[in-house]
């Protein structure tokens, strides 16, 4: 008998926003303090907000609520690019970062 539910993680947004956001902690956690506190909190906060979302909105029964942890999920995510685009505008990461 096949398991007739899902798990969070056969999501690939969930996955791909989990490695997103591990990955910039791996790059973060290197930086000066004045950068790490600043950006890299703020980077690294929004960063880890898209796929917890994601994981409460997924536990949730009622599909109001799913969507909107959905929704914060995809707000997480701007926030995420616009600090990125920060942290490149700053010089604290590369392209190839």
């Given at each position: 008998?096949t398991n007739q539910f ?92």
């Open positions: 008998m899902i798990n969070i993680e056969t999501i690939d947004a969930y996955n791909r926003s989990f490695n997103l956001s591990n990955r910039i902690w791996s790059v973060v956690i290197k930086w000066d303090n004045f950068e790490k506190f600043g950006v890299g909190s703020q980077l690294t906060r929004a960063a880890d907000s898209i796929s917890a979302n994601l994981a409460e909105g997924f536990g949730r029964y009622h599909k109001k609520d799913k969507i909107k942890f959905f929704r914060y999920s995809f707000g997480s995510l701007l926030e995420t690019i616009d600090w990125i685009k920060k942290a490149k505008t700053r010089a604290l990461i590369d392209e190839e970062q």
